[in-house]
């Protein structure tokens, strides 16, 4: 699940002018902070505008931070937004009238960010840097056009007292002086918006009442400093950031914590009327679905967890215990659980190993699903792809019981592609995968996935695998839920064909945009709550696309009937989406079945985005009070869907 994180990150650490300090771990700081975002905040590589030394130029800084921030179309309001600038800071005397006349003295100066290119020859004057004017313009047409989830990271300084320590350390102070460039050439480089509005406050970068947040690395007058270990602010960022649940941690407290772990060494500022949010505004840290509540059983004093049968869970399953469900916000495990006994929507388990004392509530991750039949994989070199195939050859094992450390699957290792459930083939830019399985032989055989490892695309299809074709072998409601599957009206909502399954098989012809509704016919005697997954075999992708609401009310009464894309709330049509180039494509509609609410967004996985409306599960565990023995079972239906030959979308 990615995060809505868009970033502009500048590291300089050798300048263009031979009159300036080079520095030595600005360009470091900056990747590392780009390692943050993508492994540490799973923000994507196409999120983040990278400028690096001499592709560090002010005219480059401020194309890419309209190019790839304003006039973004993929930012949308609210989305969270980090400009983070590693380098020297400067500053100049203010020239005359940057200042309303009644504030201007002989000593104002102005701070500014030192770009490659600070301090020489342009088409007028020289490269005054980016002024705190151009750059406060530059953030207020981004906050009118994105919203004010922004965040300005500085890891420079721009007036360091001349004090004897101060000049000692100069060789490792991000601050330089500005020899040539004249207070006029700041009002050449003025950046457009800010041009006839005189600044009226004398605080350069550091103003209290901000919209955005302004983290920095010292105060006015204070130092930066760097060392091999890279600048002390940045440095001290991310080890904080890798030992802080961050869904709870405000800008404030997190400044608060720097300055604790770092002593006084150096004086980090924190700023602005909304320093009080929680990171990000809270964007990163949603809740984590592979959590699932866990409690304490007073009577039997296992752990009870909120997930069963229904899940995939069995006698053997393993899971790790936390103190949150947040992604992306530090949660380290602090005890290890073994499933005893299954019931079908939730399960009791023992303590397997603890490093502290159990609290009554928590939430539990599944890191062993303890499948009986491994998943078997080919691994098929070709010469360009022999070391990374070695290397991946290595992780996986070829006798039994080895767990894969990502999804806690049973994943085996063959030499001959007739024994595999996939053949893998690593390209250079994607894997490639022959899938064997004959339930899958109706989609596509041959797949390319992009942006994925070896090793994460065998995770995904590994686990895909399992829930596709996992069911109850006692089968409590065969033949007594039916399903249909109607295209609808886009203005009546009517139905407009025939059902189109037939022997669980459902031949849809494709249309851009059409909809589609199910009908669940329930001939039991009992009342049920369904759960519909979409599972699409071409990305391993398991999708919630319907949850029946944790009411005490079931969706689907004894011998009755339930529309699913109705258009009521909670119950939006279907639609279905087929690549341009394809004419023809393979999905499956997998229905859970049981007779008591349960959440079941712990099986999704790489779920699609179009679906995100459906009704999340809230309240304690399941209950399962009636009827008396709580049953489960599952509906599969194969959706194959054809363009028409003369490529009507």
């Not at 450390?405 to 893998?424: C, Q, T």
């Not at 909809?515 to 039991?524: A, D, E, G, P």
């Not at 393979?586 to 779920?607: R, T, W």
Request: hydrophobic share 35%; proline share 6%; aromatic share 8%.
């Amino acid at each position: 699940m990615s995060t809505r994180i868009f970033a502009l990150i500048i590291g300089i650490d050798s300048y263009k002018s031979g009159g300036i300090w080079n520095l030595h771990s600005c360009v470091e700081d900056a990747k590392k902070v780009k390692r943050w975002l993508m492994d540490g905040l799973n923000v994507p590589r196409d999120q983040i505008c990278l400028l690096l030394d001499s592709h560090a130029t002010k005219q480059k800084i401020e194309d890419s931070f309209m190019e790839h921030l304003t006039n973004n179309p993929s930012i949308e309001t609210g989305d969270a937004i980090l400009i983070y600038f590693a380098g020297h800071g400067s500053c100049l005397p203010a020239p005359s009238g940057w200042y309303p006349s009644q504030c201007e003295s002989k000593t104002e100066t102005v701070e500014v960010l030192c770009p490659y290119d600070h301090d020489t020859k342009a088409s007028q004057g020289r490269i005054a840097g980016i002024s705190d004017r151009s750059l406060q313009a530059l953030i207020h047409d981004l906050t009118s056009s994105k919203g004010n989830n922004i965040t300005l990271l500085l890891d420079c300084c721009f007036s360091p007292l001349q004090t004897p320590p101060n000049i000692r350390d100069r060789s490792i102070t991000r601050w330089t002086m500005t020899t040539k460039a004249v207070p006029d050439d700041l009002y050449c480089g003025l950046w457009s918006t800010a041009r006839g509005k005189p600044r009226i406050s004398k605080l350069g970068f550091f103003q209290p009442e901000a919209s955005h947040i302004v983290l920095a690395a010292c105060s006015p007058g204070e130092k930066a400093i760097e060392g091999k270990e890279g600048g002390r602010f940045t440095t001290s960022l991310l080890q904080a950031a890798s030992v802080l649940p961050l869904h709870r941690t405000s800008y404030t407290q997190f400044i608060n914590h720097l300055r604790q772990a770092t002593g006084d060494s150096q004086g980090f500022v924190c700023l602005g009327k909304h320093k009080d949010r929680v990171l990000f505004d809270d964007v990163p840290f949603p809740p984590d679905n592979r959590f699932s509540l866990a409690s304490l059983d007073k009577e039997t004093r296992l752990m009870k967890v909120g997930v069963g049968a229904i899940h995939g869970i069995v006698a053997g399953s393993e899971f790790s215990l936390h103190l949150h469900n947040h992604r992306c916000s530090h949660n380290p495990s602090i005890a290890s659980l073994v499933v005893s006994d299954v019931h079908p929507s939730w399960c009791f388990a023992r303590v397997k190993s603890q490093a502290s004392a159990l609290p009554k509530s928590c939430w539990a991750k599944i890191t062993r699903w303890n499948n009986r039949r491994p998943f078997h994989v080919y691994l098929k070199s070709t010469f360009n792809s022999f070391i990374r195939m070695w290397k991946l050859r290595k992780t996986l094992p070829s006798k039994p019981d080895t767990i894969s450390p990502k999804n806690g699957l049973n994943v085996l290792r063959v030499k001959r592609p007739d024994l595999a459930d996939i053949s893998l083939i690593l390209g250079t830019e994607n894997v490639v995968i022959i899938q064997h399985n004959p339930i899958l032989i109706g989609a596509s055989k041959r797949l390319e996935i992009e942006k994925r490892s070896g090793n994460e695309v065998i995770d995904d299809a590994a686990r895909f695998n399992l829930h596709l074709l996992r069911k109850n072998i006692d089968n409590p409601l065969r033949n007594l839920v039916d399903m249909e599957l109607h295209r609808l009206d886009p203005h009546s909502w009517s139905k407009i064909s025939p059902n189109y399954l037939r022997d669980e098989t459902a031949t849809v012809p494709y249309e851009r945009g059409a909809i589609y509704q199910v009908t669940l016919h329930n001939k039991s005697k009992i009342d049920i709550w369904p759960y519909i997954a979409y599972m699409d075999p071409s990305r391993y992708s398991i999708t919630m696309i319907y949850s029946s609401n944790s009411s005490n009310k079931a969706p689907l009464r004894s011998e009755d009937s339930l529309e699913i894309g109705s258009g009521r709330p909670g119950s939006e049509a279907l639609t279905f989406s087929l690549d341009d180039h394809n004419h023809f494509d393979c999905g499956y509609l997998k229905i859970f079945l049981s007779s008591a609410p349960v959440s079941m967004k712990v099986l999704e996985q790489d779920p699609l985005p179009h679906w995100t409306h459906d009704i999340a599960f809230q309240g304690d565990l399941p209950a399962e009070s009636k009827p008396s023995i709580p049953v489960w079972d599952t509906v599969l239906a194969t959706l194959i869907f054809i363009r028409h030959p003369d490529g009507n979308p």
